[in-house]
């Protein structure tokens, strides 16, 4: 079992930056593959970007992929989201999750988590 917490968000202002992080607890991080998603009010939840373990298969969603970098430090069993140039339609709550290696099937695509943080919120506004 793997527990997620994440942190980092905030109210910022069009143009600004993030940076997200989801701590990680329970086991060791190695062998999981992080996810980052995003669900704003009245949508569907979104996949973001994911990263292994070796960071060669980070893969994002087109709209993010020049603005939003995904990392990990294994070490510390953390994994972040750096987010730039944010703008109002980036606002959301923002989730991190988790799946085994054994069990990866995709990146972008929620259902394939099954370990979940609580989200932290992103407002984008002046």
């Known amino acids: 079992q793997l527990h997620l917490v994440e942190s980092g968000g905030g109210l910022v202002q069009p143009g600004g930056s993030l940076r997200l992080s989801c701590s990680t607890s329970?086991?060791?991080?190695?062998?999981?593959?992080i996810g980052w998603f995003r669900q704003a009010p009245g949508k569907e939840r979104e996949g973001i970007s994911c990263?292994?373990?070796?960071?060669?298969?980070?893969d994002a969603k087109p709209s993010v992929k020049d603005r939003f970098f995904t990392s990990r430090d294994n070490a510390k069993n953390m994994a972040y989201l750096r987010m730039s140039r944010l703008t109002p339609e980036d606002t959301a709550l923002y989730y991190c999750?988790?799946?085994?290696?054994?069990?990866?099937?995709?990146?972008?695509?929620?259902?394939?988590?099954?370990?979940w943080g609580q989200g932290t919120q992103v407002t984008v506004s002046t």
């Open positions: 329970g086991s060791s991080l190695e062998n999981w593959v």
């Open positions: 990263i292994t373990l070796t960071e060669t298969l980070t």
């Open positions: 999750a988790a799946v085994h290696l054994s069990k990866y099937r995709g990146c972008l695509n929620p259902q394939v988590y099954d370990h």
